[in-house]
T-cell receptor, first 112, second 113 residues
Framework: KQEVTQIPAALSVPEGENLVLNCSFT??????LQWFRQDPGKGLTSLLL?????REQTSGRLNASLDKSSGRSTLYIAASQPGDSATYLC???????????FGKGTSLLVTP | DARVTQTPRHKVTEMGQEVTMRCQPI?????VFWYRQTMMQGLELLAY????????DSGMPKDRFSAEMPDATLATLKIQPSEPRDSAVYFC???????????FGSGTRLTVV
């Protein structure tokens, strides 16, 4: 069974810092990996999708990398802002069935 | 922007009552998921459909939960009878497999008292 782990569980940084969120998964046979953002009391917003054949994807200040062989992905946020405060969820998509397996998320607080 | 629509947004019900949650997936998407989110367990997959056919419902308590997709524009999740431990946020998501990348609805927050 695929296990997805996100470290750290919570993170507090001052505005302007660059930061890295980590995601690891136990089964490297994945179709792709998706990063989501969730604001309190809200649904999930897709941030980045990385196909299994890709190494990274970028969108604005966000960069996500994927190392399938080691079972790791990182989400890099450059020049963090208070508006980035949210929970960030990593999900791997299985080769079979294409279901999403989620980590428990990293709760990020960016202080002014 | 196309979106997944879930109703109701909030539901408070008494233990033992039937609860029905509805989801309208994005038109043209062939895969629909139901997830449950709690503080303790995070996001758990309950069931999903491909082209309206159930693919996997192993995450659901079979004695009280049922999921159906009567047509391509509607997916339902029913709980009968409901219990306090069912209190959670229930999310529906849809996508076009294999060009995956899934879109989530805003969720139904269920409270069973």
């Amino acid at each position: 069974k695929q296990e997805v782990t996100q470290i750290p569980a919570a993170l507090s940084v001052p505005e302007g810092e660059n930061l890295v969120l980590n995601c690891s998964f136990t089964d490297s046979a994945i179709y792709n990996l998706q990063w989501f953002r969730q604001d309190p009391g809200k649904g999930l917003t897709s941030l980045l999708l990385i196909q299994s054949s890709q190494r990274e994807q970028t969108s604005g200040r966000l960069n996500a990398s994927l190392d399938k062989s080691s079972g790791r992905s990182t989400l890099y946020i450059a020049a963090s802002q208070p508006g980035d405060s949210a929970t960030y969820l990593c999900a791997v998509i299985a080769n079979s069935g294409y279901a999403l397996n989620f980590g428990k998320g990293t709760s990020l607080l960016v202080t002014p | 922007d196309a979106r997944v629509t879930q109703t109701p947004r909030h539901k408070v019900t008494e233990m033992g009552q039937e609860v029905t949650m509805r989801c309208q997936p994005i038109l043209g998407h062939n895969t629909v998921f139901w997830y449950r989110q709690t503080m303790m367990q995070g996001l758990e997959l309950l069931a999903y459909f491909r082209n309206r056919a159930p693919l996997d419902d192993s995450g659901m308590p079979k004695d009280r939960f049922s999921a159906e997709m009567p047509d391509a524009t509607l997916a339902t999740l029913k709980i009968q009878p409901s219990e306090p431990r069912d209190s959670a946020v229930y999310f529906c998501a849809s996508g076009l497999v294999p060009q995956v990348g899934y879109t989530f609805g805003s969720g139904t927050r269920l409270t069973v008292v």
